[in-house]
């Protein structure tokens, strides 16, 4: 009697197992769960977080864990806009590296004849934005539109992106001395936390409250799954995947913000170089499929901390630079890989023959 | 509508004939017709420097008839370098994206009479197919910051290198000396080497790891500017002093204007010189062809400096600030 019992509990483990295994955020957890544990293992300090000040005497908490969420947070807002962008027009915006450098050059532009005063800084952000959505609403077009491939219709801007963000200082590297322009890319006096996180917890918050509250989720897996028949139910497909981009582009000047704030200062042919493939791959790592339809935001978000908890696991053991690249391939491939729906189908019928099996064995 | 088009088409093709004619016509006005290609302008704060001393130099009033042609693909550059060959240049100034693929065309200029001059990068060609070549020696580069460095007299070096995109020539020199020096010194350690791809960012993060790591050094030898800024914000959030009397000795590259800023106010160390003034050696030489002398130096190497802290003056950030 009580045998019966226990195989019937450890039954249902397994096909809860199963079914987690199911769930789209199955894989960015256990990529986390894997990076957490390897790190445990190898060194526990890897996550002791430490207050200590910065060089204006002001608290700042440091250790392996801020970093992560500090760097992460570009990523995160990008891969906000990213999975829109995805969901609705089934391919992705591989502009966003020359975009943030435009958006990054505009505030830099408007802020460096002008004194650094909250006012200021707002109109630069807002000059930014507009711009950023102005060449978002340009992608958008061109994919909702002229029905150009997402990926060639960006293939403009992420060729030409650079250019006109150097075109618009005229070529000039403009520096910021202000310290408080700085701090949308470090930590605020009296707040130990790094500024970039409260900003993409904003954004997350934002979003979160923009899909719960408006039909813009369902509007975009709709047109993404089918195009005809949305507008046959009243969506104009075109309308949707344009104010997709747009939302991106509006990601972008946020992420410019940050960069520039970093640094207080711009280098065209380097800033954000490479992001976009790390905001694909992190809708990618959330278990979204990159032909568009349906999508979950949060695994998209988790899949950025993933790719920033991966670089600084690689900084801390001190990966060779030239080496750098192949690892971290290596972990994508495997974790694109787990992510496949044909993989998954696979071990999940593995699972059940398990579960089969041990629930036999037991009668 | 078409016929308007039509109409605009042939306003165009005319007017675009009779600015040719009339360059032409300055050609005879004994103007020395030179073709620049170079890399794009916003490759880099080097190379708007570098085109900017180009464009300065070779204007009408200095006797000039020059075309600039901008192309970070070597093949596109060959392109180009046709191009003007055919448009029957007197020189063709050339700094190559790549090293390779240049002997065809190479040959074919000097067929048609052109002399090559290279600057800034060098080809692998036979030298007889130019006359001269100005370029930076990046291993001296890195040679000068490195003895530099031995000169600050510290009893143990513990550096972060923050390398380049891996493989560029700028890579390569500024990293070679670093390496043969902590090879052959038991006092030189590199607490970490790694690869920031020019990118602030990245270095940031690089020196935020061995922070947090709790590792001690003392050197930070970033192979440009950029880099070096973006360690110098992760040694400020972390309080670790830097510059002249700090703990933490702080190299660049390259020298651009607010690099050169940090020196002066002492937040820095160190700046090593990348200099991309090639213009007037390249207007001597052309100079000297025309009237008829040979040239001695086929290689010229460029002279540059390294800036200290404690030396550097206003006057340096204004004349070598790029």
Known sequence: ?363 | MKKFLALLVTACLAFSAFACSAKKAEDDNGLIKVGIINNDPNESGYRTANDKSMKEMFTEENGYDASFAYSLKNDEQIAYAQQFIQDEVDYLLISAAGTSGWDTVLKDAKDAGIQVILFDRTIDADDSLYVASIVSDMAKEGDTAVSWLADQGLDEYNVIHIQGVMGSAAQIGRSGALDKKVADNANWNLVTQQTAEWNADNAQQIVQSVIDSGESFNVIYAENDDMAKGAVAALDAANISHGIGGDVIVMGFDCNSWALAELLAGNWNYDGQCNPFQASYIDAIIKDLEAGKEITEKVVILEEKGFSADSITQADVDQYGI
């Open chain 1, 1 to 363: 009697m009580t045998q019966k019992v226990s195989t019937k509990k450890s039954g249902s483990f397994l096909e809860t197992v199963v079914a987690l295994t199911r769930k789209q955020f199955f894989i960015p957890i256990a990529a986390l769960t894997i990076l957490v544990l390897f790190n445990l293992i190898m060194d526990p300090s890897f996550f002791a977080i430490k207050l200590g000040t910065n060089s204006n005497g002001d608290p700042v908490l440091s250790g392996y864990l801020i970093t992560i969420l500090n760097n992460a947070s570009e990523l995160v807002i990008l891969a906000i806009g990213m999975t829109l962008v995805t969901s609705a027009s089934g391919g992705q915006d591989i502009s966003v590296g020359s975009t943030i450098a435009i958006a990054g050059s505009v505030i830099l532009r408007i802020l460096c004849n002008r004194p650094i005063t909250v006012a200021n800084m707002l109109f630069a952000f807002l000059v930014a934005a507009i711009v950023s959505m102005i060449f978002g609403a340009f992608n958008g077009v061109l994919v909702a539109y002229f029905k150009i491939q997402p990926m060639i219709a960006t293939l403009i801007l992420f060729t030409a992106g650079r250019s006109i963000a150097a075109w618009i200082n005229n070529n000039t590297l403009p520096v910021i001395n202000d310290p408080t322009f700085a701090y949308f890319g470090n930590f605020i006096p009296g707040i130990p936390v790094p500024t970039p996180f409260f900003i993409a917890a904003i954004c997350v918050i934002i979003i979160t409250l923009v899909l719960k509250f408006t039909t813009l989720g369902l509007y975009s897996q709709a047109v993404g799954i089918n195009p005809s028949s949305s507008r046959l139910n009243g969506i104009d497909p075109a309308k949707v995947k344009l104010i997709t981009y747009i939302i991106l582009g509006l990601c972008v000047a946020v992420v410019g913000l940050i960069k520039v704030s970093r640094i207080s200062t711009i280098n065209y042919s380097v800033v954000a170089k490479d992001i976009e493939m790390d905001a694909i791959l992190a809708v990618a790592l959330g278990g979204n499929s990159l032909g568009g339809g349906k999508f979950n935001m949060a695994s998209s978000i988790m899949g950025a901390y993933i790719i920033q908890f991966l670089t600084t696991t690689l900084f801390k053991f001190k990966v060779e630079s030239t080496a750098l690249p192949a690892y971290k391939a290596i972990v994508v491939i495997i974790l694109v890989v787990l992510s496949a729906p044909v993989v998954r189908e696979k071990m999940s019928a593995f699972w059940k023959k398990v579960t089969s099996k041990s629930a036999k064995e037991a009668a």
